[in-house]
């Protein structure tokens, strides 16, 4: 069927150049003024994308009705971005199913050749480095040899799969971060197809793929599964979500960040409840912030809960498109098509304005410096009150915001040894201080702020104690070149900060292990050691296992907590230190003025830094370059390999459906309570010794030294469904709330390793079914959270509420996301989690429907009715197939016969 709006497609002529778009205002819809501007871009998407099949006429009816639909929460659309991003730890599996898909395909019948990206899809690896070497120039090259010996395979691998898959673009490792990256050189903002001109737009393996919403670029995370899904052509199935225009007033006072402002927004929106819900910027306000300052802000889309934080391109947007090395022509199309679409923005000018859901406000002005944490990111606590906030976590229950350290153990000291040395740790003791993450790296005001900061401390004589790991890790290698041209980057080497990569590194949890030192002093008297990092995740566990109080906070304030060595001081009426007359040092006294940074960032962050840098940012190292992959369209897939391995996810497919629409008898894998988050369930980190993964390893000759990370072997699935559910700090009830990656067999009273019981349960071809709390699935959108339950035997989870992608990511991969009703949850029903569980879908299956729940074994409750929460006709085809792969396969097979 040809497109039915292709009388909208239009002529323009930029520069004596010819190009063509598809207009919105030729719809002559007085509806469109009044849209979000983040809802006309996916109104633009699906007017050129209209084939009457997977993207049809009601789709662009129900976006243009928007006002009118979008407050149902019912209304499905049909959107296909223009690309796909990933990143190495959730790029490996993507790579490693499309290799599986291609087999599946030639067994059934197919074509292997059709399995391939029909979207540009870009790769950057930034997951695997890890902070082994600090504190030394060499750290950075020793980082980066170590990276590249504990991933040669993983790195072949992929570079078998630029080969062998069209339109996929690898970023070696060594380059940057993937958003900062996407920020700086990949997005498009417009897109110039074969000149076709229209809104870039994408989706990314990686929770924070919307800080490029801070360009005016509309992109969310998914799953590795739903991105695998919109690389082989298939639409998001999503529902018409709320806007909630948030508008901005006044200016940032010169002592506040753009990071003390996203934490303030963070704990606003948490407030306010914007789960699966779009954030769209607007007001006065958002003219005095950078496009640094917009970025960080999206960037913490997810800490937020919503799915996107979008600021539209304005004037501003095409001036950083021209710091960033993109050319004369590209912003000069770029400004003409939004502007011609009416999706160019003019902050200052209110007849702009959209109609929104609902509107806050917040005046600029009034934001204070401050830190997040201890255990969660929208834990806002002012600086001011950081103290004494830390001492009363010690005191309260165990939760979030607490540690129930006994009275009689808070001023604990512990004395030890280190480097010749006496030294002493006690509660809330700084032993780890990190400027890592996209979120600020990207943001050269605060990264300044923390050079200038780090130089004033120095010339007073200040200095970092020898046991703090410190570390820099900036986001492209753009950062270290002004910080070299300003001469701050050797005052930040004397406090430690030495750059030790270019990757994500102590955000993600690749912190690497703290001195042997410190890491027994801390265990050995259970203390609660502190963390700093200018990240955006500090969940319980997350960033290093000796580490349990993490706090988010500016690049400044983590060098200012790495000086002050603890948690613990009011930093208004105590001093961070002494100079070299002994007399005591403020943090005011060292704190940059907002017109000295920005002194220094005008005359030292010039384009031609992002032109150099990203001139040669696929070319990779020499040892990247030796790496010599094959090139076979199938993948030769090596059993001995325990970083790539044939998943089992097709074993079984049939070209006919047999879709699973009863479950009996299933048993309680787990009983779980609120905010389990996918940290908790998702293989991450270290892989702990005497775990059923460590034994898998040990069992195929791998030493120690080797295991690598769980993040590193994403790509066997053996590895990964040891590890789902293998977080220390996980509490299962089935356990009696004794924190660890633990559960009990319920046929036979055995406590086991949740592998090992999932494993007896399979042996007997027992179903399993999963309790839970509120915010199921929250945190970093990792599909190994929903392929490790599948793998593990789960047919489905009962949860209070659910994280957006998590619950998504559940589905494409076949097992049940049931809703408990308003009011209800596990407890309140009386469910011990030693019950069995049955039940069934119907036929046909009604996305929203009220499914009964048939319990055995609890004389206290037989029945209770749950929500299904296939929230889309499309969710229910997909798991009619199998999940979304399988569907893609058997459709590639349909259509070339």
Not at 37 to 44: D, G, M, Q, T
Not at 94 to 113: F, Q
């Amino acid at each position: 069927m040809s497109n039915p709006f292709e009388h909208l497609h239009k002529k323009l002529t930029v520069g004596g150049q010819e190009y063509s778009y598809y207009s919105l205002p030729d719809l002559n819809d007085a509806r469109l003024a009044k849209l979000p501007f983040c809802i006309r871009v996916l109104l633009e998407s699906a007017i050129r994308c209209c084939d009457g099949e997977k993207i049809q006429k009601k789709d662009v009816e129900n976006i243009l009705g928007w006002e009118q639909l979008h407050r149902s929460g019912e209304t499905e659309i049909q959107w296909k971005p223009a690309r796909v991003i990933l990143q190495d730890f959730t790029g490996v599996p993507c790579v490693v199913d499309l290799a599986a898909m291609r087999d599946a395909t030639k067994r059934l019948g197919g074509d292997p050749a059709r399995i391939n990206p029909g979207v540009p899809v870009d790769l950057v690896i930034d997951h695997s480095v890890q902070v082994d070497k600090f504190r030394s120039k060499e750290a950075l090259e020793a980082n980066l040899q170590l990276e590249m010996q504990r991933n040669k395979e993983r790195f072949v691998f992929l570079k078998w799969g630029a080969k062998a898959f069209d339109g996929l673009t690898i970023v070696p490792p060594g380059s940057g971060i993937v958003h900062q990256v996407n920020l700086e050189y990949i997005s498009r903002v417009v897109f110039n197809n074969k000149g076709v001109l229209y809104p870039d737009s994408l989706v990314g393996t990686d929770s924070h793929t919307p800080m490029v919403n801070g360009l005016g670029v509309v992109g969310w995370g998914v799953g590795g599964i739903e991105a695998e899904a919109v690389m082989l052509a298939q639409p998001i199935s999503m529902v018409l979500p709320e806007v909630i225009g948030y508008k901005l007033t006044g200016s940032l006072p010169s002592h506040a960040t753009a990071t003390d402002l996203i934490l303030a927004i963070t704990k606003e929106l948490r407030k306010k409840g914007v789960v699966e819900k779009f954030v769209e910027f607007f007001g006065p306000g958002v003219a005095q912030l950078s496009i640094a300052d917009r970025a960080t802000i999206s960037n913490m889309s997810p800490e937020t809960g919503a799915t996107i934080c979008f600021f539209p391109v304005d004037e501003k947007a095409l001036e950083y498109m021209r710091l960033t090395g993109r050319s004369d022509d590209c912003v000069a199309w770029t400004a003409a098509y939004l502007k011609a679409q009416g999706l160019f923005r003019d902050y200052s000018d209110a007849s702009q304005d959209a109609h929104y859901s609902s509107v806050l406000e917040l005046d600029l002005s009034t934001i204070v410096p401050c830190i997040a944490g201890p255990k969660r990111p929208h834990d806002y606590v002012a600086l001011a009150s950081a103290k004494a906030d830390f001492l009363k976590c010690l005191e309260n229950p165990v939760g979030h915001k607490g540690f129930a350290i006994p009275e009689a153990d808070r001023s604990k000291v512990a004395h030890f040894k280190y480097e010749g040395k006496d030294y002493s740790l006690k509660h809330g003791d700084v032993v780890l201080a990190a400027i890592t993450s996209c979120t600020n790296t990207s943001n050269p005001n605060v990264l300044i702020g923390a050079g200038l900061l780090a130089k004033k401390a120095v010339e007073k004589g200040l200095s970092v104690e020898p046991y703090i790991k410190t570390s820099l890790a900036p986001g492209s290698g753009v950062v270290t070149q002004y910080l070299e041209r300003s001469g701050l980057l050797p005052f930040l080497e004397q406090l430690g900060f030495n750059v030790v990569g270019y990757g994500c590194t102590t955000c993600i949890g690749n912190s690497g292990p703290l001195p042997d030192e410190v890491a027994q002093t801390i265990e050995s008297n259970d203390l609660v050691a502190a963390g700093v990092l200018s990240g955006n995740r500090n969940f319980e566990g997350r960033i290093h296992p000796n580490v349990r109080a993490n706090y988010l906070a500016s690049p400044p304030l983590v060098v200012a907590y790495a000086l002050a060595k603890t948690m613990n001081i009011d930093f208004e009426t105590e001093p961070i230190g002494k100079d070299k007359a002994g007399q005591p040092v403020f943090l005011r006294d060292i704190w940059p003025s907002s017109e000295e940074i920005s002194s220094v960032v005008q005359g030292c962050v010039l384009k031609e830094m992002f032109l150099e840098t990203y001139q040669k940012v696929t070319q990779g190292t020499a040892s990247w370059n030796a790496l010599d992959a094959p090139s076979d369209k199938l993948y030769a897939w090596d059993q001995a390999s325990t970083y790539i391995h044939n998943p089992p996810y097709f074993q079984n497919m049939t070209k006919e459906l047999n879709p699973i629409t009863k479950v009996d008898g299933a048993y309680c894998l787990l009983n779980l309570g609120d905010s389990i988050t996918t940290d908790h369930i998702s293989p991450a980190g270290s892989i702990a010794k005497n775990s059923p993964a460590a034994r898998y390893l040990e069992a195929r000759g791998v030493a120690r030294d080797d295991w690598n990370s769980y993040g590193a072997r994403r790509g066997n699935d053996e590895v990964m469904a040891r590890g789902t559910f293998a977080n220390i700090r996980l509490v299962n009830k089935l356990m009696g709330g004794k924190p660890g990656p633990k559960t009990v067999h319920v046929p036979s009273g055995e406590a086991l390793d949740i592998f090992d019981a999932s494993a007896k349960y399979l042996e007997a071809k027992t179903p399993l079914i999963i309790l839970a709390g509120e915010q199921y699935g929250s945190g970093s959108s990792r599909d190994w959270a929903a392929k490790g339950t599948w793998m593990l035997g789960v047919k489905a989870v009962f949860a209070q509420s659910y994280e957006r992608i998590h619950r998504s990511n559940l589905v494409l991969f076949g097992v049940v996301p049931f809703q408990f009703k308003e009011g209800e949850n596990a407890d309140k029903l009386g469910l011990t989690g030693k019950e069995t569980f049955s039940f069934d879908l119907g036929s046909p299956i009604v996305p929203g429907s009220e499914i009964a729940i048939h319990v055995s074994g609890n004389d206290a409750i037989k029945q209770f009715t749950a929500v299904l929460r296939f929230d889309t006709e499309t969710e229910v085809t997909y798991y009619r197939n199998g999940g979304v792969l399988n569907y893609v396969v058997r459709e590639q097979i349909a259509k070339a016969n």
